[in-house]
């Protein structure tokens, strides 16, 4: 998804681009007294009372107000139609144009381009490459590509209705600047080194009279590592708009450009730039921080400022400078100690665990004393052990951010005292990923105290794993089992039982399913057992199939697979290892789903999800009861095939058609097997099945039929279990939305 960034959302200065070379194409002079030449559109300067002119008179570049005549080697634009939210334009490339560049930006985005990336007071062509080096980014943040020949006859007299189009990434505010950039280009490429024009077109959405007197006041709470910035609006707020960041940033901003467009950058600040609901006092209340480096000299702003239910701003925002609280000189430092507990087998071990009442997270890795470990990203412990305070502190630094964190459960912090004033909390930690036998360990850690200041690194005293015995299963004391319970048409339940007091690890992989052979090499059933070893605990294309399950003191564990087809058979292969570290024998099991019964009322549950990331459904179908089974559709109205085009547009409102003319029409679509291919057959189906629509923005009907048996035998068919769904992500809908006197099936 495309977004905008900002140096004000804490990104850094974009690195300076080098121009290429580009020519900026001025236009022709008129001679006045030629009337054969072509009228070419003169730039603007837009005035704005209050505020700077368009454009900025910092910022050299050629702006058009709403529309823009072009010359052969340009695109005209137009602008047709505003509203609130929404506005509508028209591209008219030249003859000379086989392909362009366009997006729109919001005046207060662009504007920070320019602030960011050297472009206040520099000349006209230096400032269009800035714009030129977004308008053709190719990494996903860039402009649309628009050609004759995928666009067609359309091409030259191209409407945009922009917040309705795929390339509309945020939503259209009221009263808020814009730009319309377009790039022309000779060739098809719409590719930069093909730019021949840019064109920047001014627009200004209208907005309602503001209704009432909407405000929000900002209270802020500051730590040593952070702060709580909340936010409360007065009753006539319908919704809150907030941002924090440096206060140098904001500073920045508002004095190059004002107080309404530092309001309109905050309004599209961020992805998707809906206010929040004034009555959701939970979402406006958030927090900054925790830093472990928080720097008390430096200078925050929250701003804040509210608008009416017509989406209409206040001229004015609430503004909060502050700084976290500087941390006291006699702060103690997180004492903790981490050591081997009582258990240490071949393949598990478990850690005992002290963190002081100061201490609030611990953090640790395992690491092997000789050898480098997690695919060799971590030094042999004793490289680290031995060397100087530089590769100490980088290893302390890896294990603070990637580490095994715990955190002090009785840890709390009296800010009148700046004192911690919780208790110690000891742990066992279980250590079994990664963990091999016969290998000498140590345990690397360190803590974090009420600042967020991290320790030192410190080393526990070194230990050694025991040998892995595989060849006297006779002698695992480990009695471990796995069963299969709630064994349903589309999966059951996997429950591994065994003794705790003498089980480390129990391990187990499909090996095959309805006599097929997984998607990776196994051993035979009646392979030696030297074989089977090497499967279980040697590396291979089966290594990420493998399930490890490690003791824990119930004895018990169990997890639901799903997603299958009915009457499917499973074979796995089970084996568990002991505290000891020997291995138990081989053990192979299987289980078969569950069928479905088919009885006289089939029924079906449709359950559709919309995604607004992309702007599409989901539809997921599950046979309910008696299902032998269905058949399934789900389609736009792209043919007119399902006449979703001659549905009323509002709850009894016109249409040439009746209800019950809609709902037989799809019926005989779903359910008869004689229509080629608009329907589909799931087959004998217990699982649920779930599809994807593909065309974002179009109305789609979801509908299923359901076949089941009759007591003498026949099929029983079941009424059509439908969704309209509609193209904009609203609730589904049934007939009886468009018809109100319209009485279900």
Same mark, same amino acid.
């Given at each position: 998804?495309?977004?905008?960034?900002?140096?004000?959302?804490?990104?850094?200065?974009?690195?300076?681009?080098?121009?290429?070379?580009?020519?900026? +194409?001025?236009?022709?002079?008129?001679?006045?007294?030629?009337?054969?030449?072509?009228?070419? &559109?003169?730039?603007?300067?837009?005035?704005?009372?209050?505020?700077?002119?368009?454009?900025?008179?910092?910022?050299?570049?050629?702006?058009?107000?709403?529309?823009?005549?072009?010359?052969?080697?340009?695109?005209?634009?137009?602008?047709?139609?505003?509203? @609130?939210?929404?506005?509508?334009?028209?591209?008219?490339?030249?003859?000379? #144009?086989? &392909?362009?560049?366009?997006? %729109?930006?919001?005046?207060?985005?662009?504007?920070?381009?320019?602030?960011? @990336?050297?472009?206040?007071?520099?000349?006209?062509?230096?400032?269009?490459?800035?714009?030129? =080096?977004?308008?053709?980014?190719?990494?996903?943040?860039?402009?649309?590509?628009?050609?004759?020949? *995928?666009?067609?006859?359309?091409?030259?007299?191209?409407?945009?209705?922009?917040?309705?189009?795929?390339?509309?990434?945020?939503?259209?505010?009221?009263?808020?600047?814009?730009?319309?950039? #377009?790039? !022309?280009?000779?060739?098809? &490429?719409?590719?930069?080194?093909?730019?021949?024009?840019?064109?920047?077109?001014?627009?200004?959405?209208?907005?309602?009279?503001?209704?009432?007197?909407?405000? %929000?006041?900002?209270?802020?709470? *500051?730590?040593?590592?952070?702060?709580?910035?909340?936010?409360?609006?007065?009753?006539?707020?319908?919704?809150?708009?907030?941002?924090?960041?440096?206060?140098? !940033?904001?500073?920045?901003?508002?004095?190059?450009?004002?107080?309404?467009?530092?309001?309109?950058?905050?309004?599209?600040?961020?992805?998707?730039?809906?206010?929040?609901?004034?009555?959701?006092?939970?979402?406006?209340?958030?927090?900054?921080?925790?830093? =472990?480096?928080?720097?008390?000299?430096?200078?925050?702003?929250?701003?804040?400022?509210? +608008?009416?239910?017509?989406?209409?701003?206040?001229?004015?925002?609430?503004?909060?400078?502050?700084?976290?609280?500087?941390?006291?000189?006699?702060?103690?430092?997180?004492?903790? $100690?981490?050591?081997?507990?009582?258990?240490?087998?071949?393949?598990?071990?478990?850690?005992?665990?002290?963190?002081?009442?100061?201490?609030?997270?611990?953090?640790?890795?395992?690491?092997?004393?000789?050898?480098?470990?997690?695919?060799?990203?971590?030094?042999?412990?004793?490289?680290?052990?031995?060397?100087?305070?530089?590769?100490? $502190?980088?290893?302390?630094?890896?294990?603070?951010?990637?580490?095994?964190?715990?955190?002090?459960?009785?840890?709390?912090?009296?800010?009148?005292?700046?004192?911690?004033?919780? =208790?110690?909390?000891?742990?066992?930690?279980?250590?079994?990923?990664?963990?091999?036998?016969?290998?000498?360990?140590?345990?690397?850690?360190?803590?974090?105290?009420?600042?967020?200041?991290?320790?030192?690194?410190?080393?526990?005293?070194?230990?050694?794993?025991?040998?892995?015995? *595989?060849?006297?299963?006779?002698?695992?004391?480990?009695? !471990?089992?796995?069963?299969?319970?709630?064994? *349903?048409?589309?999966?059951?339940?996997? %429950?591994?039982?065994?003794?705790?007091?003498?089980?480390?690890?129990?391990?187990?992989?499909?090996?095959?399913?309805?006599?097929?052979?997984?998607?990776?090499?196994?051993?035979?059933?009646?392979?030696?057992?030297?074989?089977?070893?090497?499967?279980?605990?040697?590396?291979?294309?089966?290594?990420?199939?493998?399930?490890?399950?490690?003791?824990?003191?119930?004895?018990?564990?169990?997890?639901?697979?799903?997603?299958?087809?009915?009457?499917?058979?499973?074979?796995?292969?089970?084996?568990?290892?002991?505290?000891?570290?020997? #291995?138990? /024998?081989?053990?192979?099991?299987?289980?078969?789903?569950?069928?479905?019964?088919?009885?006289?009322?089939?029924?079906?549950?449709?359950?559709?999800?919309?995604?607004? /990331?992309?702007?599409?459904?989901?539809?997921?179908?599950?046979?309910?009861?008696?299902?032998?089974?269905?058949?399934?559709?789900?389609? +736009?109205?792209?043919?007119?095939?399902?006449?979703?085009?001659?549905?009323?547009?509002?709850?009894?409102?016109?249409?040439?058609?009746?209800?019950?003319?809609?709902?037989?029409?799809?019926?005989?679509?779903?359910?008869?097997?004689?229509?080629?291919?608009?329907?589909? =057959?799931?087959?004998?189906?217990?699982?649920?099945?779930?599809?994807?629509?593909?065309?974002?923005?179009?109305?789609?009907?979801?509908? +299923?039929?359901?076949?089941?048996?009759?007591?003498?035998?026949?099929?029983?068919?079941?009424?059509?279990?439908?969704?309209?769904?509609?193209?904009?992500?609203?609730?589904?809908?049934?007939? &009886?939305?468009?018809?109100?006197?319209?009485?279900?099936?």
């Amino acid at each position: 998804m495309k977004k905008f960034f900002s140096k004000i959302c804490f990104l850094g200065v974009v690195g300076a681009l080098a121009l290429n070379a580009f020519c900026s +194409c001025e236009d022709k002079p008129i001679d006045v007294n030629t009337p054969d030449d072509p009228f070419i &559109s003169d730039a603007d300067t837009i005035l704005i009372d209050g505020e700077y002119p368009v454009p900025h008179p910092e910022i050299a570049m050629k702006i058009y107000d709403r529309e823009v005549v072009a010359s052969e080697d340009g695109v005209s634009v137009e602008v047709t139609d505003l509203t @609130e939210t929404n506005f509508t334009f028209v591209c008219r490339p030249g003859e000379n #144009v086989a &392909s362009y560049r366009v997006d %729109v930006y919001p005046l207060a985005i662009l504007y920070n381009y320019m602030l960011e @990336e050297g472009g206040m007071g520099v000349s006209e062509q230096e400032v269009e490459q800035i714009i030129v =080096s977004h308008l053709f980014n190719t990494s996903g943040s860039g402009g649309f590509a628009i050609d004759q020949e *995928t666009i067609g006859e359309d091409y030259f007299e191209m409407e945009y209705d922009w917040a309705n189009t795929s390339y509309a990434q945020q939503k259209i505010v009221p009263g808020c600047q814009y730009i319309i950039a #377009v790039g !022309a280009c000779y060739d098809n &490429s719409a590719s930069e080194a093909a730019l021949t024009d840019l064109k920047l077109v001014y627009l200004e959405t209208p907005k309602k009279a503001l209704v009432g007197n909407p405000w %929000v006041d900002i209270a802020v709470r *500051t730590t040593y590592v952070g702060a709580e910035i909340r936010q409360t609006p007065n009753a006539d707020a319908a919704g809150v708009y907030y941002y924090c960041t440096d206060a140098s !940033a904001i500073d920045a901003f508002e004095d190059a450009f004002g107080g309404r467009l530092l309001r309109d950058f905050i309004r599209h600040g961020y992805v998707p730039n809906d206010p929040v609901d004034a009555s959701n006092t939970e979402a406006l209340t958030y927090q900054i921080g925790p830093w =472990s480096n928080a720097n008390p000299d430096h200078v925050f702003t929250a701003i804040a400022f509210a +608008c009416d239910a017509n989406l209409t701003p206040t001229d004015s925002y609430a503004r909060q400078d502050f700084q976290l609280m500087e941390k006291p000189e006699d702060r103690e430092e997180a004492a903790m $100690t981490y050591e081997l507990g009582d258990i240490c087998g071949a393949s598990y071990l478990e850690l005992a665990v002290t963190l002081g009442k100061e201490c609030r997270n611990g953090y640790h890795l395992l690491l092997p004393m000789d050898k480098p470990s997690y695919g060799g990203y971590y030094r042999p412990a004793r490289e680290y052990i031995e060397g100087d305070d530089e590769l100490r $502190t980088s290893l302390r630094n890896e294990i603070a951010a990637a580490g095994y964190a715990i955190h002090n459960n009785n840890f709390s912090f009296d800010m009148e005292t700046q004192q911690p004033n919780g =208790s110690e909390f000891k742990t066992v930690w279980a250590e079994f990923a990664g963990v091999e036998p016969d290998t000498e360990y140590v345990i690397a850690y360190c803590g974090q105290n009420a600042f967020n200041e991290y320790t030192e690194i410190f080393f526990s005293e070194p230990f050694r794993t025991k040998p892995r015995v *595989t060849d006297r299963p006779q002698d695992c004391k480990a009695n !471990a089992s796995l069963t299969f319970t709630d064994i *349903t048409p589309s999966g059951a339940r996997f %429950v591994v039982k065994y003794d705790p007091e003498n089980t480390a690890n129990v391990w187990f992989i499909n090996i095959g399913m309805n006599d097929e052979l997984p998607p990776y090499q196994v051993p035979a059933v009646t392979a030696d057992r030297d074989e089977w070893m090497d499967f279980f605990f040697q590396p291979g294309d089966h290594s990420m199939y493998m399930n490890q399950w490690w003791r824990v003191p119930s004895g018990e564990e169990s997890f639901a697979y799903t997603g299958f087809d009915p009457l499917s058979t499973f074979k796995y292969v089970y084996i568990a290892e002991d505290l000891d570290g020997v #291995v138990s /024998e081989v053990k192979f099991v299987e289980y078969t789903t569950g069928g479905m019964e088919p009885g006289p009322d089939p029924t079906v549950e449709i359950v559709p999800t919309y995604n607004p /990331e992309n702007g599409t459904w989901s539809v997921m179908f599950n046979s309910i009861k008696d299902v032998a089974t269905f058949k399934y559709l789900v389609q +736009c109205d792209d043919e007119n095939a399902l006449y979703l085009h001659a549905l009323p547009t509002e709850p009894g409102g016109p249409s040439d058609m009746r209800a019950f003319e809609f709902y037989n029409h799809w019926y005989t679509k779903v359910g008869d097997p004689s229509y080629g291919g608009l329907n589909a =057959s799931t087959g004998y189906l217990g699982s649920p099945y779930v599809t994807d629509v593909e065309n974002a923005g179009k109305d789609h009907l979801a509908g +299923c039929v359901a076949f089941g048996e009759n007591e003498d035998g026949t099929q029983a068919i079941s009424k059509l279990f439908y969704w309209i769904l509609p193209g904009d992500g609203s609730e589904p809908r049934k007939l &009886s939305w468009y018809f109100p006197s319209y009485e279900e099936k």
